[in-house]
């Protein structure tokens, strides 16, 4: 089992900047790929990024190369999700998961959610 605790949401304005953290609980967290997903108003939930076990692999929608960095301390329990440069587009509820594969950028395979965590970009 393993709970996942986000925090770091807020208004931000236009071209400003979010780092948005993930705690978890539980053992073995080092061996978990983890995620961060987001959702909108009538929207589907979609993957944003992604990073595997060691950090070695990542993943980013591409809406969102360039401008945003998921990175993870394992030793902390804990991933990151720093987002620079947010447009109004980014505004969401954003999720954290967790998957017991090493690494997942399939929407289906994660086991593991956050209770989210507002981020609203004004124009």
């Known amino acids: 089992q393993m709970q996942l605790v986000e925090s770091g949401g807020g208004l931000v304005q236009a071209g400003g900047s979010v780092r948005l953290s993930c705690s978890a609980s539980?053992?073995?967290?080092?061996?978990?790929?983890m995620g961060w997903f987001r959702q909108a108003p009538e929207k589907e939930r979609e993957l944003v990024a992604a990073?595997?076990?060691?950090?070695?692999?990542?993943y980013y929608v591409d809406s969102v190369k360039g401008r945003f960095t998921i990175s993870r301390d394992n030793a902390k329990k804990t991933v990151y999700l720093q987002m620079n440069s947010l447009k109004p587009e980014d505004t969401a509820v954003y999720y954290c998961?967790?998957?017991?594969?090493?690494?997942?950028?399939?929407?289906?395979?994660?086991?593991?959610w956050g209770q989210g965590t507002q981020v609203t970009v004004s124009s």
């Open positions: 998961a967790a998957t017991t594969l090493p690494y997942s950028d399939y929407v289906r395979g994660y086991d593991y």
């Open positions: 539980g053992r073995s967290f080092s061996s978990y790929g």
């Open positions: 990073i595997s076990s060691s950090g070695g692999i990542t």
